[in-house]
């Protein structure tokens, strides 16, 4: 196996054992046992947890990113689109130990970089909404840079406040995600969201 392969094999299984268990309770020695190789060899791939958790978020960001442009090609709307990235979201909350979250303020590079893609994703949500106002979908008279901002304090909110101790995380996720985006969306654009929300 190469070190290539062998970087991916440990990156896949320690971001695996981070959202089960939470990031704090897996060691390293955890990671090197799940995938029965030594130490040694894993710290000579990588040299600590955070190092190692950077690198599963960078590849579990870019593998979102592939996977919902080669969706987007042949979605016939925006709202299918938004469809898809709420049933994603859902499907990956319905897996991940909340602790996983509020382990990860703990982490400051890996904080540093979520920032970052969430900067460089608000030029491209931009984009999408000006698709969306152009063909009917959203609004027009909201101001969506105060709208994405708003949405990043309410999640900070829900991990300082750890309202996930008293909620499913899928459940937060609907009960706000959901509602607000039908609070953005046009009466067609809502009108389309509950029939393709309907079929599954």
């Known amino acids: 196996m190469s070190r290539c392969d062998l970087q ?5 299984k320690a971001m695996s ?22 130490k040694r ?8 947890k955070e190092q190692l958790l950077l690198e599963g978020i960078s ?13 987007a090609q042949t979605a016939s709307n925006e709202m299918e689109i938004v469809i898809y990235v709420i049933k994603r979201k859902l499907e ?14 703990k ?9 970052q893609s969430r ?22 008279d909201l101001n969506y840079d105060i709208i994405s901002k708003i949405s990043d304090g309410v999640i900070n909110h829900v991990v300082e406040t750890k309202l996930y101790e008293q909620y499913p995380l899928r459940d937060l996720f609907v009960n706000y995600v959901f509602v607000q985006i039908r609070g953005l969306c046009t009466e ?7 029939e393709i929300f309907s079929n599954p």
Do not use: C, W
């Open 8 to 12: 991916h094999r440990v990156v896949e």
């Open 17 to 38: 054992l981070f959202k089960e268990r939470g990031i704090k309770a897996v060691k390293m020695d955890d990671i090197a046992a799940s995938l029965s190789i030594s």
């Open 41 to 48: 060899t894993l710290y000579e791939l990588y040299e600590n």
């Open 59 to 71: 590849l579990q960001i870019s593998s979102n990113h592939s996977n919902l442009e080669h969706f």
């Open 92 to 105: 990956e909350l319905g897996s991940v130990n909340p602790l996983f979250f509020s382990d990860l303020n």
């Open 107 to 115: 982490y400051d590079h890996a904080l540093r970089f979520l920032q």
């Open 119 to 140: 900067e460089q994703n608000r030029k491209q949500t931009m984009l999408f909404i000006n698709k969306g106002i152009e063909h009917g979908y959203f609004m027009s």
């Open 188 to 194: 067609k654009g809502i009108s389309m969201l509950d």
